[in-house]
């Protein structure tokens, strides 16, 4: 079994920055992307991001491409989302997740584990 465990949301004014963290335990920890994703009340979760593990390589949503930063410490088993110039259409439950596929991993349904959410609120 893998665990997730994201940190960091809270309240913050439009134009601001937060950064989100997610710790990963489990002897079957062995992901091929992290991604983070979003849900804000009455929507589908939707991605925002994601990292492939080995490489580090990125991929992210167009509406967060250039505001938005994933990274990963490998060493550490975490994954984060630097997020600056935030809009109030950005407020929403942010959640990571692990994947072992190397495709379909913009679709929530491709991954396996995820944590529990942490709320981002950004006000106008």
């Known amino acids: 079994q893998v665990q997730l465990v994201e940190s960091g949301g809270g309240l913050v004014q439009a134009g601001g920055s937060l950064r989100l963290s997610c710790a990963a335990s489990?002897?079957?920890?062995?992901?091929?992307?992290m991604g983070w994703f979003r849900q804000a009340p009455g929507k589908e979760r939707s991605f925002v991001a994601a990292?492939?593990?080995?490489?580090?390589?990125?991929y992210y949503v167009d509406s967060v491409r250039g505001r938005f930063t994933i990274s990963r410490d490998n060493a550490k088993n975490t994954v984060c989302l630097q997020m600056n110039s935030l809009k109030p259409e950005d407020t929403a439950v942010y959640y990571c997740?692990?994947?072992?596929?190397?495709?379909?991993?913009?679709?929530?349904?491709?991954?396996?584990?995820w944590g529990q959410g942490t709320q981002v609120t950004v006000s106008s």
């Open positions: 990292i492939r593990w080995s490489d580090g390589d990125r």
């Open positions: 489990g002897r079957t920890f062995r992901p091929y992307h």
């Open positions: 997740g692990s994947t072992p596929r190397q495709t379909y991993y913009t679709n929530s349904a491709g991954y396996d584990y």
